[in-house]
């Protein structure tokens, strides 16, 4: 249909993209009631981040991406069941 049409995206969008669905995938192997939380949290985690961070701040941005992935893999382990959130502020002159 509007798929050649679509724009491409960048590395670094298909980076985040990945590790949005790999934080759903490993939801799936929780608990119901966990993977409910989980995927609220990685949600909403994601929109706030979408809305409140500049799109060309790619240090910031890769900043993320390795704390997401940490947590990522940290949430695969076994006996994790649970995800914190963090709340990673910047700074007036970081956001310029």
């Known amino acids: 249909m509007g798929a050649s049409r679509a724009q491409k995206l960048s590395g670094i969008q298909k980076q985040v993209?990945?590790?949005?669905?790999g934080f759903?995938?490993?939801?799936?192997?929780?608990?119901?009631e966990n993977r409910t939380h989980i995927e609220?949290?990685?949600s909403a985690e994601f929109r706030?981040?979408?809305?409140?961070i500049d799109r060309k701040n790619?240090?910031?941005?890769?900043?993320?991406?390795r704390l997401g992935k940490k947590?990522?893999?940290?949430?695969?382990t076994v006996d994790s069941v649970r995800l914190s959130s963090s709340n990673v502020e910047l700074s007036d002159t970081q956001k310029q």
């Open 24 to 32: 759903l995938r490993t939801a799936r192997s929780k608990t119901p």
């Open 17 to 21: 993209l990945s590790l949005y669905r």
């Open 71 to 76: 947590q990522l893999d940290q949430l695969k």
């Open 48 to 52: 706030r981040n979408a809305q409140s």
């Open 58 to 65: 790619f240090l910031h941005i890769e900043y993320l991406l």
């Open 40 to 42: 609220s949290l990685v």
